[in-house]
């Protein structure tokens, strides 16, 4: 399948990794719009929020764990962060596999 995150969790693209388990990836966002700008993803191909199924309700949780520990090791668990799913076309989504954007080190207004 030709898709870029897919590619990254198999190592055939290069990123700077910050956590990741058996079913989750996270890594550094290459275009950062914060000093903290970490992109999470499940290991497991799904489109989009809007293709996350019944059978993935653990997954979606257990990235959620995952998110707090990684905002933890980023250090911005105490000043607070953002996470940010873009979706579909108005969303702004430009790659294809879900992905969670977790945004912060900095004072964050609501255009970011
Ligand atoms: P979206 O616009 O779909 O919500 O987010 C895609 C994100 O992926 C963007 O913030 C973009 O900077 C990031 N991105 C695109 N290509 C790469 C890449 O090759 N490596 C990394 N680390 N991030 C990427
Ligand atoms: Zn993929």
């Known amino acids: ?33 914060a000093p903290v700008h970490v992109l999470t993803i499940p290991k497991k191909h799904i489109t989009s ?6 059978e993935d309700k653990e997954l979606i949780g257990h990235l959620h764990l995952a998110l707090q520990k990684i905002a933890k090791q980023m250090g911005v668990d105490e000043s ?22 977790l945004v912060g080190g900095r004072q964050l207004d609501w255009k970011m």
Request: hydrophobic fraction near 35%; charged fraction near 25%; aromatic fraction near 12%.
């Open 1 to 33: 399948m030709d898709c870029l995150f897919c590619k990254i969790i198999k190592g055939e693209i290069p990123s700077k990794k910050v956590y990741e388990d058996d079913h989750v990836y996270a890594f550094h966002d290459i275009n950062p719009v």
């Open 49 to 54: 929020l809007l293709d996350i199924q019944e």
């Open 80 to 101: 607070g962060f953002r996470v940010i799913t873009n979706t579909g076309k108005e969303g702004q989504q430009t790659v294809f596999h879900l992905h969670y954007h």
